[in-house]
């Protein structure tokens, strides 16, 4: 099969497994999802005609900007207008359930779409269809689990795809970029403030880059930056300072920290002990390996460590094939191994080929912000015993850009050693429909409109 037939046939795959997984998978089910129906109740109570950002009386997740809420939000308003009910609120859960799953997986598809132009256009090429990027972006699982549910990670995946295509064209225009160009790339930055507060740990390797910028460039680069950003301050800030004056912090959250201390976590959070690395090709589902963050990271990533494609903690007796499912995505956690090892070291060879480029240093120091940044708050916020707050979901945007980064450096082993590179797509395919499971509910048909 040629690459353009090959790249068709992932796409399809792709949209099979989103509308496989609007059919059977209910969003209730989600990590936390009483809470965030909760938010979607209160803040669209009074829609369109005003305004309500709940507080901690009315969900556990107030603390949460609002433009992943938006969605749902709005298929709330659909369902109370032409629905008769004498309790909308609880009646209408269903229907923008699945409104919010139909129209994120539209956006994941457009998030994909934009990448792809981007790298058209870092390549300076003909062709729209990656082969590399899409086998890879495929293969992460939880992409396809967050997906499913309701959340603003997905907008953080969208407007970042934005934001690298716009950041690689300015790069080549050495920032001298008009009033409008600003306006537009601060309004991409204010819509990822308002989707998750995770999103702001991709703004510091803004900052850093003007250590890296020429210093015929660097002024436009920094007018640019600033203007940008009050654009996105002015924009996104109104959220900010709500929590600010009801919470008295700008980050509030549903639980106090504890203050940062290496100490606050146990030595096996941060190296594994042999025990938990072997259940971790045996049987990687909770409760095994409780509070690890390397183990349940990569069984989150790769396969459902938590459960919630395949059972939940209110829905023990549901899901399909429980009795299989542990030796199953053991396997799939064996399989990404090599997977894993390889996009990982394309992080650091990258950097020889390309380590002048500012979009590709951007990439590289907004995933060590973001690592550090969630290692931060899992130290100063532990969650004992199970270490619930280690989901791969909240670093979604680390493990993108990684696969983004993996794809560029595939196309370069592609020119510089042929036969390894088709040695490793056909792994790759192998493992794509081993795995193809992973990214399915299995949970019985939750469409019943």
């Known amino acids: 099969m040629t690459s353009k037939a090959l790249s068709l046939f992932i796409l399809i795959a792709i949209l099979f497994a989103l509308i496989f997984n609007i059919i059977y998978y209910d969003p209730f089910d989600g990590y936390d999802a009483e809470a965030h129906y909760n938010y979607v109740d209160s803040f669209s109570r009074y829609l369109p005609r005003s305004i309500n950002i709940p507080d901690d009386s009315q969900t556990r997740e107030f603390f949460n900007p609002p433009l992943g809420y938006l969605t749902p939000s709005v298929g709330q308003v659909i369902c109370r207008n032409y629905t008769v009910s004498s309790d909308y609120l609880s009646e209408c859960r269903y229907f923008y359930g699945k409104f919010t799953q139909i129209i994120q997986s539209f956006i994941y598809l457009l998030t994909l779409c934009i990448n792809l132009l981007t790298l058209k256009k870092f390549y300076n090429s003909k062709n729209f269809l990656n082969l590399e990027y899409l086998i890879l972006v495929s293969l992460i699982a939880v992409n396809y689990r967050t997906i499913s549910m309701i959340r603003g990670e997905p907008y953080i995946l969208f407007f970042l795809s934005i934001l690298f295509y716009k950041f690689s064209q300015y790069?080549?225009?050495?920032?001298?970029?008009s009033s409008k160009e600003i306006i537009f790339f601060g309004t991409i930055i204010g819509m990822l403030a308002l989707s998750r507060q995770w999103a702001f740990l991709l703004f510091p390797a803004f900052f850093i880059l003007i250590i890296f910028i020429n210093e015929k460039t660097r002024k436009n680069y920094s007018l640019f930056l600033l203007k940008s950003f009050l654009v996105g301050f002015l924009l996104s800030s109104w959220f900010y300072f709500t929590l600010l004056f009801r919470y008295g912090s700008f980050t509030a959250f549903n639980k106090e920290s504890i203050g940062f201390s290496f100490f606050n976590q146990p030595l096996n959070f941060y190296i594994p002990n042999l025990n938990d690395l072997y259940l971790l090709f045996t049987n990687p589902i909770r409760p095994n390996f409780s509070n690890q963050f390397i183990s349940i990271l990569y069984a989150d990533t790769w396969g459902d460590y938590w459960g919630y494609f395949v059972f939940t903690s209110t829905k023990l007796d549901l899901g399909r094939n429980q009795d299989l499912i542990g030796s199953y995505l053991a396997r799939v956690n064996l399989l990404n191994l090599p997977l894993t090892i390889f996009l990982i070291s394309s992080i650091f060879l990258l950097k020889k080929t390309y380590k002048n480029n500012i979009f590709i240093k951007y990439i590289n120091y907004s995933i060590l912000f973001s690592l550090v940044g969630y290692l931060w708050f899992l130290i100063s916020y532990p969650d004992f015993p199970t270490g619930d707050t280690n989901k791969a979901t909240y670093i979604l945007q680390i493990i993108n850009m990684i696969v983004f980064l993996g794809s560029i450096y595939l196309k370069e082993i592609k020119e510089k050693n042929i036969l390894f590179y088709r040695l490793f797509m056909i792994y790759l395919f192998t493992i794509f429909i081993h795995n193809?499971?992973?990214?399915?509910?299995?949970?019985?048909?939750?469409?019943?409109?």
């Open 171 to 177: 790069t080549k225009k050495s920032f001298e970029v």
């Open 436 to 449: 193809f499971d992973s990214f399915l509910s299995h949970f019985p048909q939750s469409l019943n409109f």
